[in-house]
């Protein structure tokens, strides 16, 4: 037991250490920054008629392709090119109107050589991330965005480490740099993640609601038998009433009706009954959005209106059955 716990302690340490390493790299890197080559970079990239296109080589190439991941799912067309891919016909994938990201920590990667000819020779902009702006990369580029030589958190001083994750972190500058000068919206990050349960509660109202025939909706006065049948008949507990102008005025639940049952329930109207004013939605509004209503006024409808007049229905299951919970 005694040495199962001097081993916890010794990985707690350890990992202590790989954070006070990583943190100070981080900070140097804060300190580090050039603001003229960082808007010269961003400059570049938002100037760009073309894709960003971003390589390295080993763990750089790792990183690069979680930055290209980064910019492409928020508004700036951008992939990873492989530099040995790229020296087996790769190369065709880049064009006059992009512009290159290279990263390599020392600036001396090999692997790099053809795409740096490649793009010095049909004039396209690269930009370097490297620790040594007079290394080869540093001297063949248009921009160096310099990440801090800081060594790196592995105890043999060779694994990339600290080094990644300022490069990281240097991706996720340039990428909310993008975002904010293009202005790139929740709606525009909803167009490129349709799938999943963050595309789900991006989603808007308008695009999970019943509308047309399958709204249940009658006019206000209309008897209880009809209504009976509207609700079984759209199959979504509960039924909207609308006056003479088509405005919803109330509508009436399954669970309203369980409430209020008695013999003569057949001979009421529904405007008798209803709910008047019940809370709604608009169609512009966020899924996340209808969930929260709902949740908090423990409810399981809601009526969707443009004005006052409904143009559709959402239900609970609508969100739950698409992943916005």
């Known amino acids: 037991m005694t040495a199962v716990i001097q081993q916890s302690q010794t990985d707690r340490l350890s990992a202590l250490r790989t ?38 080589i080993g763990k750089s190439g790792h990183i690069a392709q979680k930055i ?10 951008s992939f990873f090119v492989h530099p040995a891919e790229a020296s087996h016909g790769d190369l065709g994938m880049i ?12 600036g001396e990667s090999k692997e790099l050589i053809d795409i740096l000819n490649y793009c010095k020779r049909f004039g396209i902009r690269l930009i370097a991330i490297t620790k040594n702006p007079e290394s080869s990369l540093g001297k063949a580029c248009d921009v160096v965005l310099r990440l801090p030589d800081n060594g790196e958190a592995c105890p043999l001083g060779l694994a990339p480490t600290s080094s990644t994750t300022a490069t990281l972190v240097l991706g996720d500058i340039l990428t909310v740099g993008m975002i904010e000068r293009k202005g790139f919206s929740k709606e525009d990050f909803n167009d490129r993640h349709p799938g999943g349960k963050l595309g789900a509660i991006l989603k808007h109202v308008s695009d999970l ?3 047309g025939q399958d709204m249940p909706i009658l006019d206000e006065n209309s008897n209880m038998q009809a209504v009976l049948l ?16 088509g405005e919803l005025t109330g509508m009436l639940t399954d669970g309203d009706l369980r409430r209020c049952l008695s013999p003569k329930i057949l001979d009421e109207k529904a405007i008798n009954l209803m709910t008047k004013n019940p809370k709604t939605i608009s169609p512009n509004a966020m899924t996340a959005e209808a969930l929260k209503i709902m949740h908090d006024k423990k409810i399981t409808n809601l009526f969707v209106v443009e004005g006052k007049k409904p143009v ?4 609970i299951h609508d969100l739950l059955n698409n992943g916005v919970a």
Do not use: W
């Open 209 to 211: 609601m019943h509308t």
């Open 68 to 77: 290209a991941a980064s910019l492409a799912s928020t508004g700036t067309p």
């Open 19 to 56: 954070i006070d390493s990583e943190i100070e790299t981080l900070k140097r890197l804060k300190d580090s920054i050039d603001s003229e080559s960082l808007t010269r970079a961003l400059d570049y990239m938002q100037n760009s008629k073309g894709r960003i296109i971003i390589t390295g």
């Open 95 to 106: 064009t006059e109107d992009d512009v290159v990201i290279a990263i390599s920590n020392s």
């Open 230 to 245: 509207e609700m079984t008949s759209k199959r979504l507990g509960c039924v909207g009433f609308i006056n003479q102008m």
């Open 312 to 315: 559709g229905v959402i239900h």
